[in-house]
C-alpha cells in the first residue's frame, strides 16, 4: 500500500503562486491514480481538484480550471500541483489520495488521508 505526504503549503499574497508535492512511499506511483483535494475553513467536505491518471491523462475541476496544474514525476515517486494566480478563496488545507474511477466515469478516493498541507492566500 502506497502511503503518500503532502508538502509546500504556506502564506501567499493574492495573485502569488505555490507548488505543493505529494511524496509517495511503500510502492513506485507508476500504477497509481492521483488526486488533490482540499478542505477549506469551516467546510466539512473535501473538493476535488484535479487527478492525474495512471495513464497520463489529468481531469481538472473548474474551480482550478487554467490556473492550477497537476503533474507527476515518477522516478521521483511524486505529484506536485502547480498552484497560480491564488486567490483567498483558495485557503484550505490540501490533499492527496490515491483514487479510482469508477463505472459512471467518476473518480473516487480508493487510498488513506494524509495530514495535507495547510495554504493560506491572504496580504
Known amino acids: 500500500q502506497v502511503q503518500l505526504v503532502e508538502s509546500g503549503g504556506g502564506l501567499v499574497q493574492p495573485g502569488g503562486s505555490l507548488r505543493l508535492s505529494c511524496s509517495a512511499s511503500?510502492?513506485?506511483?507508476?500504477?497509481?491514480?492521483i488526486g488533490w483535494f482540499r478542505q477549506a475553513p469551516g467546510n466539512g467536505d473535501r473538493e476535488v481538484l484535479c487527478?492525474?491518471?495512471?495513464?497520463?491523462?489529468?481531469v481538472y475541476a473548474d474551480s482550478v480550471k487554467g490556473r492550477f496544474t497537476i503533474s507527476r514525476d515518477n522516478a521521483k515517486n511524486t505529484v506536485y500541483l502547480q498552484m497560480n494566480s491564488l486567490k483567498p478563496d483558495d485557503t484550505a488545507v490540501y490533499y492527496c489520495?490515491?483514487?479510482?474511477?469508477?463505472?459512471?466515469?467518476?473518480?473516487?478516493?480508493?487510498?488513506?488521508w494524509g495530514q495535507g498541507t495547510q495554504v493560506t492566500i491572504s496580504s
Open positions: 487527478i492525474s491518471s495512471s495513464d497520463g491523462s489529468t
Open positions: 511503500g510502492s513506485t506511483l507508476d500504477y497509481y491514480s
Open positions: 489520495a490515491t483514487v479510482n474511477q469508477g463505472s459512471d466515469s467518476g473518480w473516487y478516493r480508493s487510498g488513506r
